[in-house]
């Protein structure tokens, strides 16, 4: 199984301020077709999880271009660069390349 | 507009069994993978199974091996969990979601929450 490890769990952000979150899985997340497997989700308190990058780098449709991803092979790496107080939740990351899939423990973002 | 809406939850004793629903509308569910995360309550993001339906291929996660099964109705635009031998440990909300690729997606439903317990 491909083991997602996540860091930090806890981030205490100021408003303004950039934000990053680093994921690393225990093997390559590239598949044949040359992308990288990799997601990330927002967890906003009381919703459900929101796509915000896909394939390593591809900001989903309607997020805001605060937020960027980018990585290969096995470390990767979700950017804020400024945050707002409505991006409050738990941030994971994911493998799609192989079943099981898994998720990083997540990252708790909140706001000094 | 996408939308996936769970249903099915409930409260079962340890040893039952429940089926979970997901009405897919703005896509045809077929030629996507489809999945079931579930999140025990505080806890994080687990992946319990994935369909594709056009390819008949269907993977679990080996917790539920043998006792859930996921599959699909092609002219009802839905997806089904069917769950037995339900633990106390199986106590979650359930969602279904379609996987990305290359097009995007990454759509998540609102979840139907499974209660085991005596």
């Known amino acids: 199984d491909i083991v997602m490890t996540q860091s930090p769990l806890s981030l205490p952000v100021t408003p303004g301020e950039p934000a990053s979150i680093s994921c690393r899985s225990s093997?390559?997340?590239?598949?044949?077709?040359?992308?990288?497997?990799l997601d990330w989700y927002l967890q906003k308190p009381g919703q459900s999880p929101q796509l915000l990058i896909y394939?390593?780098?591809n900001r989903a449709s309607g997020v805001p271009d605060r937020f960027s991803g980018s990585g290969s092979g096995t470390d990767f790496t979700l950017k804020i660069s400024r945050v707002e107080a409505e991006d409050v939740g738990v941030y994971y990351c994911?493998?799609?390349?192989?079943?099981?899939?898994?998720f990083g423990q997540g990252t708790r973002l909140e706001i000094k | 507009e996408v939308q996936l809406v769970e249903s099915g939850g409930g409260l079962v004793q340890p040893g039952g069994s429940l089926r979970l629903s997901c009405a897919v509308s703005g896509f045809g569910f077929t030629n996507y993978w489809m999945r079931w995360v579930r999140q025990a309550p505080g806890k994080g993001l687990e992946w319990v199974a994935s369909?594709?339906?056009?390819?008949?291929?269907?993977h679990y996660v080996g917790s539920v091996q043998g006792r859930f099964t996921i599959s699909g109705d092609n002219a009802k635009n839905s997806l089904f969990l069917q769950m037995n031998s339900l633990r106390v440990e199986d106590t979650a909300v359930y969602y279904c979601?379609?996987?990305?690729?290359?097009?995007?997606?990454?759509?998540w439903g609102l979840g139907t929450l499974v209660t085991v317990s005596s």
């Open positions: 979601m379609r996987a990305s690729g290359p097009g995007g997606y990454g759509e």
């Open positions: 394939l390593s780098s």
């Open positions: 369909i594709k339906q056009d390819e008949r291929e269907v």
């Open positions: 994911m493998q799609g390349l192989q079943p099981p899939i898994t």
């Open positions: 093997q390559s997340l590239l598949k044949s077709n040359g992308y990288y497997y």
